[in-house]
């Protein structure tokens, strides 16, 4: 492993690396990591454009299974920016709390484009046009998980207000599926402000593991195919307590 880039910041370590090996992958891959090992996003140096994890797979199939002629997406989370990079024809406004993160995915990850916002991402959506997006794309997470204040019920509803008719709001999380009561509780709040909802899991091995999870929320049915969901199975998830400011 060859460290790039490595700085402390408010008790966090962030760090990009090379690395042979990923995921038991042989190869030559770049790394941008969070604490405890917490990997936010990867890229192989010998095809750059290649998504490498399953869930930004997932949600890239289920965008454009729902809505293939979608224009205009808003994500909170930057990471390296693979699903913006991967539509590069498509209108996207990033937001991103931590600017570091921004200055790693340009000097390391090749991020040129120029639709980055600085700032809390509820509350740059929250000064967003009435039904200006086709998607929301929610990836934000800090050490504790995704923070509170972008899965309670009134985050879900600005939203609602701020997809068109035919909108989707697109979640990625981590959690213990069918084990997880904080999971049951945001789907519970997201069917609250929708009236579709699905949960996807990506399945392990060890229930106990916490594992990338995708929840959806529109006003509409859903339609998608199974085999291009990069492993991700639809779930049931039971009844859970309303999350609100």
């Given at each position: 492993m060859q460290i790039l880039f490595q700085e402390v910041q408010?008790?966090?370590?962030?760090?990009?690396?090379?690395?042979?090996?990923?995921?038991?992958?042989?190869?030559?891959?770049?790394v941008l990591e969070f604490e405890n090992e917490a990997i936010q996003g990867a890229m192989?140096?010998?095809?750059?454009?290649?998504?490498?994890?399953?869930?930004?797979?997932?949600?890239?199939?289920?965008?454009?299974?729902?809505?293939p002629a979608f224009e205009d997406v808003f994500v909170i989370g930057q990471g390296i920016g693979s699903i913006p990079r991967h539509f590069p024809d498509k209108r996207f406004k990033v937001a991103e709390l931590n600017e570091t993160v921004v200055q790693l995915s340009r000097t390391y990850f090749d991020y040129s484009l120029d639709n980055v916002v600085i700032g809390d991402g509820r509350q740059i959506l929250s000064g967003e046009e009435q039904q200006a997006y086709?998607?929301?794309?929610?990836?934000?997470?800090?050490?504790?998980?995704?923070?509170?204040?972008?899965?309670?019920?009134e985050f879900f509803q600005i939203t609602r207000d701020k997809l068109d008719a035919e909108g989707s709001l697109i979640m990625n999380l981590m959690g213990k599926g069918a084990n997880?009561?904080?999971?049951?509780?945001?789907?519970?709040?997201?069917?609250?402000?929708?009236?579709?909802t699905l949960a996807f899991l990506l399945p392990f091995d060890n229930?106990?593991?916490?594992?990338?999870?995708?929840?959806?929320?529109?006003?509409?049915?859903?339609?998608?195919?199974?085999?291009?969901?990069?492993?991700?199975?639809?779930?049931?998830?039971?009844?859970g307590h309303i999350i609100t400011d």
């Open positions: 408010e008790n966090q370590t962030i760090t990009v690396y090379d690395t042979n090996e990923l995921y038991g992958e042989i190869g030559s891959f770049r192989d140096l010998n095809d750059p454009t290649r998504i490498m994890f399953e869930y930004p797979r997932a949600i890239i199939h289920l965008m454009q299974c729902i809505d086709d998607f929301i794309i929610l990836d934000a997470f800090t050490e504790q998980g995704t923070p509170l204040h972008l899965i309670s019920k997880d009561k904080l999971i049951h509780a945001v789907h519970s709040t997201l069917r609250q402000v929708y009236a579709y229930s106990s593991d916490l594992k990338n999870m995708i929840l959806l929320g529109r006003n509409l049915p859903t339609k998608y195919q199974s085999r291009h969901m990069s492993g991700f199975k639809e779930i049931e998830l039971s009844e």
